[in-house]
């Protein structure tokens, strides 16, 4: 079965740091990976995938993920962070057919 | 990239009652999914729509509490049958579109079901 994990439910960064939200997977087979964000009151909005080639994958906003496959990791990563950055990333597999399962996501909290 | 339209955007109802849900998409798509947010927790994939046959419904999810329809390429929508308080939860219709090149997974604004 797949299985998306994102084993923090919030992380506390200061603005100006850099940032790392995690996600790890549990699949069979070659999976499309992703993160999405949602802003307060707004929908989700995507940030980035990886499909195949190079393990780091840049997004929207400045953010960043490295796909590692002998850890079964796909991180969000992101230099410096802003205070705007503050909302709920999910990280999310998908397949084919377009079904996608998400992780349970991670409240990112950046203080001024 | 697909544009959405998704509603109604939020609504309360009585237990036993039920709530359709539409959305409509701006182009053409080969499949559409439901998914479910409930308060605090992560999204839930309830089933995908394809048009000219049923639903193809998660582990956990039925068709008699959850029927869609899919009558074209555009349009779906998700009842919501024979409501209780626990279904309270925001409803989400997707579609995977290209954009620039790139395919991803849109979604519409959702729909915030109180049930009471």
């Known amino acids: 079965a797949q299985s998306v994990a994102q084993p923090e439910d919030q992380v506390n960064v200061a603005e100006g740091n850099p940032l790392t939200v995690k996600c790890t997977y549990s699949?069979?087979?070659?999976?499309?990976l992703f993160w999405y964000v949602q802003y307060p009151n707004r929908g989700l909005q995507f940030l980035l995938k990886y499909i195949t080639g190079d393990n780091l994958v840049k997004g929207s906003y400045g953010f960043e993920a490295e796909f590692n496959k002998s850890q079964t990791s796909f991180h969000l990563k992101k230099p410096s962070a802003l205070v705007s950055d503050s909302a709920l990333y999910f990280c999310a597999v998908s397949y084919n057919l377009g079904k996608f399962y998400f992780g349970s996501g991670t409240k990112l909290n950046v203080k001024p | 990239s697909a544009v959405i339209s998704q509603k109604p955007s939020r609504d309360i109802c009585q237990r036993g009652t039920s709530l359709t849900i539409q959305c409509q998409v701006d182009?053409?798509?080969?499949?559409m999914f439901w998914y479910r947010q409930q308060p605090g927790q992560s999204l839930t994939l309830i089933a995908t729509a394809n048009q000219g046959s049923e639903a193809t419904y998660e582990s956990g999810f039925v068709i008699d509490k959850f029927p869609i329809s899919r009558p074209n390429l555009t349009f779906s929508t998700l009842t919501v049958s024979n409501m209780s308080p626990e279904d309270s939860s925001i409803y989400l219709c997707?579609?995977?579109?290209?954009?620039?090149?790139?395919?991803?997974?849109?979604f519409g604004s959702g729909t915030q079901l109180s049930v009471l």
């Open positions: 182009s053409q798509v080969t499949m």
């Open positions: 997707s579609v995977e579109s290209l954009d620039r090149g790139q395919e991803k997974l849109f």
């Open positions: 699949v069979s087979g070659n999976p499309y």
